[in-house]
């Protein structure tokens, strides 16, 4: 079996994410890399996303 890297468990959550229909870009995709590796805490990435919108 393959090891989990930060990435591909993120292409997993990205993957289940688009079959129940919604989008993810690139910029979020970035941001859950680097809470994944602990690069920043949720509530930063969650706050960048907010003020997106």
Known sequence: MAQMTPERAVDNAIASTKMEGF???D???SLMLKVVRGEMTLDEALKIINSDE
Do not use: V, Y
């Open 23 to 25: 989008k993810i870009s």
């Open 27 to 29: 910029e979020q995709r």
